[in-house]
């Protein structure tokens, strides 16, 4: 009997022991652990949000080998379209939409402009934005903002999602955007180069474009002009945030204003395939903590 014993409280204690390993080993899974993602997920859209998607990108693969991602403009038939236009209505037909992020769009000047002193002090009212970027006479040469000391400026502009956005937020038209010599921009780097080859040169772009992101400082040639938030005509401790984009982003996240202009990083996707409905559950968790780091605010 007492041998018995003892081989029934070794059996016990033994299943005990694998009981208490299983739901250990489960609690360990991840959301997505144990599911096999592997193919190619094909995303298209806005350019400029491209070195984001693409470090997302990589950092899920390191989770699901087997996954591959082509991320570039022109795929036929994507499975994700990235989209930094402003949404005036959903298409159901489209799939979801999801917003992931926000960005931010700056003025930016050439560091040569010789009124440069004067608008680092000044800044941008609501009422510049409008007549500086939305002026129809295209041989306008001053700034009417600053009559006691006129600045000569040529804007440059172009087409495209951030333009779309950066008037949307002021109210104006895309189509009357003015752009100096009316010369078609193919992209926003273009956009920022014509800046800095043109010493009277002015724009605006976003901050993944306009800072360096290793340095987190504004790129050499150029110069962002601050915004007059409370329309005081000065920039004033509270306003001068533009120096460092880490300060800059934490300002952004904490105003509630629409100047400088934002705009919402949006994901359009069908959710017939796990691995894309998985890889967006990712970027809305795991994801975010990248943002920052290209330039990007939080979503709200």
């Known amino acids: 009997m007492k041998s018995i014993t003892l081989n029934l409280r070794k059996i016990a204690f033994t299943t005990l022991a694998m009981a208490s390993i299983v739901p250990s080993s489960a609690s360990a899974k991840g959301p997505d652990e144990g599911k096999k993602l592997e ?15 693409e470090k997302w990108g990589a950092e899920f693969s390191k989770l699901h080998p087997g996954l591959k991602f082509v991320v570039k403009q022109g795929v036929a038939n994507p499975d994700i379209n990235a989209s930094a236009a402003p949404l005036k209505e959903k298409d159901p037909a489209k799939g979801n939409y999801t917003i ?7 003025p930016i000047v050439n560091i040569k402009n010789p009124g440069l002193e ?3 002090k000044s800044g ?20 009417a903002a600053f009559g006691d000391q006129p600045v000569s400026f040529k804007v440059y502009s172009r087409s495209a999602c951030t333009s779309a956005t950066f008037s949307s937020v002021l109210g104006e038209e895309l189509k009357d955007l003015t752009n100096a010599g009316g010369k078609k921009i193919a992209d926003d780097h273009v956009l920022l180069q014509t ?18 992101l290793k340095t ?8 962002v002009v601050p915004t007059d938030l409370n329309g005081d005509g000065l920039i004033n401790k509270d306003e001068s945030f533009y120096a460092d984009l880490d300060q800059l982003i934490h300002s952004l996240e904490s105003i509630s204003t629409n100047l400088p ?3 919402d990083f949006r994901l359009i996707y069908k959710d017939n395939r796990p691995e894309v409905t998985a890889f967006v559950k990712w970027i809305l968790t795991d994801g975010q903590q ?9 979503k709200k």
């Open 290 to 298: 990248y943002v920052h780091e290209y330039g990007f605010l939080n």
């Open 195 to 212: 800046v800095v080859d043109d010493p009277l040169g002015v724009a605006y772009n976003d901050l993944g474009i306009v800072y360096d």
């Open 261 to 263: 202009p934002k705009g």
């Open 100 to 106: 992931v992020s926000r960005f931010a769009i700056v």
């Open 118 to 120: 004067k608008l680092q």
């Open 216 to 223: 987190r400082k504004p790129k050499p040639g150029i110069a």
């Open 124 to 143: 941008f009212k609501a009422k510049d934005f409008e007549s500086i970027y939305f002026s129809n006479n295209t041989s306008k040469d001053k700034f």
């Open 39 to 53: 193919g190619t997920i094909n995303i298209t859209g806005t350019r400029f949000l491209f070195p984001l998607i």
